[in-house]
T-cell receptor, first 115, second 114 residues
Framework: AQSVSQHNHHVILSEAASLELGCNYS??????LFWYVQYPGQHLQLLLK??????LVKGIKGFEAEFIKSKFSFNLRKPSVQWSDTAEYFC?????????????FGGGTRLMVKP | ETGVTQSPTHLIKTRGQQVTLRCSSQ?????VSWYQQALGQGPQFIFQ???????GRGNFPPRFSGLQFPNYSSELNVNALELDDSALYLC?????????????FGPGTRLTVT
């Protein structure tokens, strides 16, 4: 069975600091990878996705993520965070052969950006 | 374009009761998935419906069941509610064209079982 680990449960940063959130998955086959964000009081929104091709993907709001197949990782980065980035971030994996294309989520990282 | 909507927003039930949660998929989407998100955790996949048939199921007991209707809206039914069923239930819709696709989530239904 596939699983997803997000190493940092809580992260506190000051505005303008750089961000990197770790995500590792366990599955040996071909995967689709996602980062979702949940702002306070709002529903899950897709930040970015990787299906194939360039392993460095760019998403909305200046976020990017790099797929490193050899490390089973898909870390999320942003060069300079803003107060409005305060939210919970979820990494998710979908094994392509998996019936139903279910998403397996990590436990989430709660990011607080201090103004 | 209307996004994914869910009803009700909040619900309080007693242990042993049954509950039905509803989801309207985004326009043009033919696939609906349901997830359970317990407090402080990531969402867990319950099952998915594609063209009115169950198309995959996670590690949830049979008392969790669902339906998808011809207009692609969906219901999640939970029988014999237990305290641990208290969670946010998320519906996600997608357009399954045979390849990889992304899922769009609704706001969720917060279920409290007392």
């Amino acid at each position: 069975a596939q699983s997803v680990s997000q190493h940092n449960h809580h992260v506190i940063l000051s505005e303008a600091a750089s961000l990197e959130l770790g995500c590792n998955y366990s599955y040996g086959g071909t995967v689709n990878l996602f980062w979702y964000v949940q702002y306070p009081g709002q529903h899950l929104q897709l930040l970015l996705k990787y299906f194939s091709g360039d392993p460095l993907v760019k998403g909305i709001k200046g976020f990017e993520a790099e797929f490193i197949k050899s490390k089973f990782s898909f870390n999320l980065r942003k060069p300079s965070v803003q107060w409005s980035d305060t939210a919970e971030y979820f990494c998710a994996v979908n094994a392509r052969r998996n019936a139903g294309n279910m998403l397996t989520f990590g436990g989430g990282t709660r990011l607080m950006v201090k103004p | 374009e209307t996004g994914v909507t869910q009803s009700p927003t909040h619900l309080i039930k007693t242990r042993g009761q049954q509950v039905t949660l509803r989801c309207s998929s985004q326009s043009g989407h033919n696939t609906v998935s349901w997830y359970q998100q317990a407090l402080g955790q990531g969402p867990q996949f319950i099952f998915q419906y594609y063209r009115e048939e169950e198309n995959g199921r996670g590690n949830f007991p049979p008392r969790f069941s669902g339906l998808q209707f011809p207009n692609y809206s969906s219901e999640l039914n939970v029988n014999a509610l237990e305290l641990d069923d208290s969670a946010l239930y998320l519906c996600a819709s997608a357009l399954n064209g045979g390849g990889a696709y992304e899922q769009y989530f609704g706001p969720g239904t917060r279920l409290t079982v007392t």
